[in-house]
């Protein structure tokens, strides 16, 4: 059987996508202020969360399709 459930988490987007964008940068900031690598930071964060728009909505709904007899779930393009 396929059905598909859509969650919505716009906390796990933004941590996650600042997370992401911190953790890249991480041992970049040695000859930087911290309001610099801020703005780094801010650059690499709607970078991620432009790749991410192919997958999530209003930066907080994400669509899974899952499949029970191939087990499998699937991230649905929004």
Same mark, same amino acid.
């Given at each position: 059987?396929?059905?598909?459930?859509?969650?919505?988490?716009?906390?796990? #987007?933004?941590?996650?996508? %600042?997370?992401?964008?911190?953790?890249?940068?991480?041992? *970049?900031?040695? /000859?930087?202020?911290?309001?610099?690598?801020?703005?780094?930071?801010?650059?690499?964060?709607?970078?991620? #969360?432009?790749?991410?728009? %192919?997958?999530?909505?209003?930066?907080?709904?994400?669509? *899974?399709?899952? /499949?029970?007899?191939?087990?499998?779930?699937?991230?649905?393009?929004?």
């Amino acid at each position: 059987m396929k059905f598909k459930i859509q969650f919505k988490d716009p906390d796990g #987007v933004y941590e996650g996508t %600042k997370d992401a964008a911190n953790d890249s940068l991480e041992g *970049v900031g040695h /000859d930087l202020n911290e309001e610099e690598l801020d703005e780094l930071v801010l650059m690499r964060r709607e970078k991620l #969360v432009t790749a991410l728009s %192919k997958w999530v909505e209003h930066g907080e709904y994400i669509t *899974v399709e899952f /499949d029970t007899e191939a087990g499998t779930a699937t991230v649905v393009p929004a």
